[in-house]
């Protein structure tokens, strides 16, 4: 054992000398090159109505680096948090008190080095804006429902305003829209009712400033009455002027029928014509009842025409409303029917009270019809009444949205009917009644001025309604 031992040393001991003279492998160098980093506070927003925000964080070491191992914050420079473990988000509560909040952070790699100190800013605005709004120059009144809002709005010191919306009636709000000092508003459609205009102001760091309101009177314009039914809801009506008009289709009239047949000279004296289709909150006001209920494509909206409602029912709601008022009110005849759908547009006369139209390429502007109710899905309903443009007399949806029961029986043609504007009624009564303006369900030539239909008078529908009116 101990002769082994010694020829063991002394080969060990050879082989030590023979590797003297070779190379010997160098040790790694020292790491002295400080990490690099970013910080982001909530996704580089500007402002924040909370002190709770979220840090984005990165690093890096470089490729021959140690590696970063630790980070740190602080919200002055001078006070740091200890060192923690490496996250890619941290939660952060920035310092109380409104203002620019500035928060640093600091990475340490396990040589030792430490990074800059890398930082970023958010405002910290937790104090809502303030603001005005003023209607038409601080006017009582207003003849028309569209009006002029003056607008003014302060957030101090804080982030500034960045949107402002609008409601009517303080749960139905547009969407939020840029600030801007005017703003063209249209006014429900509630004559002889105080109408409020409601405003809220958003400002950067998401705060809602208080609801701010102002309020103006629509009142009738000249050639408009309003009448009150039950519950004060208002009927409003339009003054006709009399005049003599060509009654009928004329000659070569695009997409017309012979039924309209023959055109002929009508003189009438003035009348009273409903401004909108009657709807179902006046039905409501006076009958107590909903024929529509239950039916299919009908709108809720009360302020959508009554529908679904006979010539017979029609006549019932004339004798009750006419108690309650006692106005006069019935339907209008044939011809004053068209003489106010032509409002004037009658020599030469047109297909539609806003012109020709031959290509159908502006009925979408006056009148819901196939195209943009009944093909549309989501739209399949007569639709809330003036929600079109009017026609120079300032009535609504002559054209389209329902069928209008007239008083007149149904004639195949106008051979021997009235010259003086009265309805055509026959001894005894026939069993159907007219109709005009087309509906949410029919196509576009079916809305033209001169197109006539006719219906059982005990026949309902879910495009038929009518509109009333009255000789002073």
């Not at 547009?174 to 205009?197: C, E, G, M, S, Y």
């Not at 639709?383 to 609504?396: D, E, M, S």
């Amino acid at each position: 054992m101990g002769a082994k031992s010694r020829s063991t040393g002394v080969v060990l001991a050879v082989l030590c000398l023979a590797l003297v003279g070779l190379a010997q492998p160098v040790a790694d160098a020292a790491d002295t090159t400080p990490p690099t980093g970013t910080i982001v506070i909530n996704s580089n927003r500007s402002a924040t109505n909370t002190a709770s925000v979220t840090l984005a964080l990165t690093w890096n070491d470089g490729a021959g680096g140690s590696g970063v191992s630790r980070m740190r914050f602080s919200d002055d420079g001078s006070h740091w948090t200890a060192w923690q473990a490496l996250a890619a988000t941290v939660p952060h509560t920035l310092p109380s008190g409104d203002g620019h909040k500035t928060v640093r952070v600091q990475y340490l790699d396990k040589a030792n080095n430490r990074s800059a100190v890398y930082s970023d800013y958010i405002l910290l605005d937790t104090t809502p804006p303030t603001g005005t709004i003023i209607i038409n120059d601080g006017a009582a009144t207003t003849i028309s429902q569209t009006v002029s809002l003056g607008l003014t709005w302060d957030d101090g010191a804080g982030s500034l305003v960045s949107r402002m919306r609008f409601s009517d009636n303080g749960s139905t709000w547009t969407a939020w829209i840029l600030p801007a000092a005017t703003r063209a508003h249209t006014l429900p459609k509630a004559d002889l009712i105080n109408q409020t205009v409601r405003v809220q102001y958003l400002d950067g760091a998401g705060n809602y400033s208080a609801v701010y309101n102002d309020y103006i009177k629509l009142i009738d314009a000249p050639g408009t009455e309003t009448v009150l039914l039950p519950g004060n809801v208002p009927l409003v009506m339009k003054w006709i002027p009399g005049g003599t008009f060509l009654m009928g289709r004329y000659a070569g009239e695009l997409d017309s029928y012979n039924y309209e047949d023959p055109q002929h000279s009508v003189t009438l004296g003035g009348f009273w014509m409903g401004k909108y289709e009657l709807t179902k909150r006046q039905w409501v006001a006076v009958m107590g009842t909903t024929p529509w209920s239950g039916q299919s494509y009908v709108l809720a909206d009360l302020d959508s025409p009554a529908v679904f409602v006979s010539w017979a029912d029609a006549q019932s709601f004339l004798t009750a409303v006419n108690s309650y008022t006692s106005k006069t009110f019935r339907l209008p005849s044939e011809a004053e029917w068209e003489y106010a759908c032509r409002a004037g547009n009658h020599v030469p006369p047109t297909r539609f009270y806003w012109g020709g139209d031959p290509s159908y390429t502006a009925i979408g502007n006056y009148a819901w019809y196939y195209d943009n109710a009944y093909n549309v899905t989501g739209q399949q309903y007569a639709h809330v009444v003036g929600g079109k443009a009017p026609n120079v007399f300032g009535l609504y949806d002559m054209s389209g949205n329902v069928w209008e029961w007239c008083e007149d029986d149904w004639h195949g043609s106008y051979t021997g009917s009235p010259t003086d504007g009265q309805a055509w009624v026959d001894s005894p009564r026939g069993s159907y009644r007219v109709l005009r303006g087309g509906g949410w369900y029919n196509n576009d030539n079916y809305c033209r001025s001169a197109v006539r239909s006719s219906n059982s008078s005990d026949l309902t529908n879910l495009d038929i309604g009518f509109r009333v009116a009255w000789t002073p």
